[in-house]
């Protein structure tokens, strides 16, 4: 039962960079979001999905892109690596009964230098 | 837009001692209501939740009561362990149900 799977767990980017951080869940929820997460900032919504083909900007979704071709699967893009952007990563997923209950990947530590 | 805000921290208790950490909110309508809660190194994870005004959400000694009059879903626990050392954080269901708002997180710490 491997809810819901974020990869990589670490990371070291140079500005500038980009990459894709991966995030998969297997329990058929209908809606997914990604949050970061900074030390005395708590989590703050970056975008989130709503289906497969459907997203939306959360707080702070500059720098940042995201797609749903599949319910499975919502990876999140870095186009051009900002040290902004150093961060802890979460994916989530949210069934749409019984209401709130974010299941949580396990996180990703992003280093832009 | 839909907010949440905590008490700042660090709460630093000793054990046994009664625990309170204030959460009130913003939004449009009755939103449900969530606290979870992170250990060290680790993700987040669901403490309890409340749906509707005057619910009370409780778990592992921890309740919090729905407050539609104060806007308020305050964390209470009556006497915390070393093991209860974590952020907290409060948090409101969106109006379309479809993604969480945190708020800053509240660190406890308790010694023994």
């Known amino acids: 039962n491997a809810g819901v799977t974020q990869t990589p767990k670490f990371q070291v980017l140079k500005t500038g960079q980009s990459m894709t951080l991966q995030c998969a869940q297997d329990?058929?929820?209908?809606?997914m979001s990604w949050y970061r997460q900074d030390p005395g900032m708590g989590l703050r919504l970056i975008h989130y999905s709503v289906g497969a083909g459907i997203t939306d900007q959360g707080e702070v979704p500059n720098g940042y892109n995201v797609s749903r071709s599949t319910t499975e699967d919502f990876p999140l893009r870095l186009l051009s690596a900002a040290p902004s952007q150093t961060s802890v990563y979460f994916c989530?997923?949210?069934?749409?009964?019984?209401?709130?209950?974010?299941?949580f990947g396990e996180g990703s530590r992003l280093t832009v230098l | 837009g839909d907010s949440v805000t905590q008490m700042e921290g660090p709460v630093t208790l000793s054990e046994e001692a009664f625990l309170t950490i204030n959460c009130t909110y913003t939004a449009t309508g009755y939103p449900s209501l969530f606290w979870y809660v992170q250990y060290p190194g680790e993700g987040l994870q669901l403490l309890l939740k409340a749906t509707k005004a005057d619910d009370k959400g409780s778990n592992k000694g921890f309740e919090a009561t729905y407050r539609k009059e104060t806007t308020s879903f305050h964390l209470e626990k009556g006497s915390v362990q070393v093991s209860d050392s974590a952020v907290y954080f409060c948090?409101?269901?969106?109006?379309?149900?479809?993604?969480?708002?945190f708020g800053k997180g509240t660190t406890l710490s308790v010694s023994s």
């Open positions: 948090a409101l269901l969106n109006q379309a149900g479809t993604a969480l708002i």
């Open positions: 329990m058929n929820h209908e809606y």
């Open positions: 989530a997923s949210l069934p749409s009964r019984p209401p709130g209950e974010l299941f």
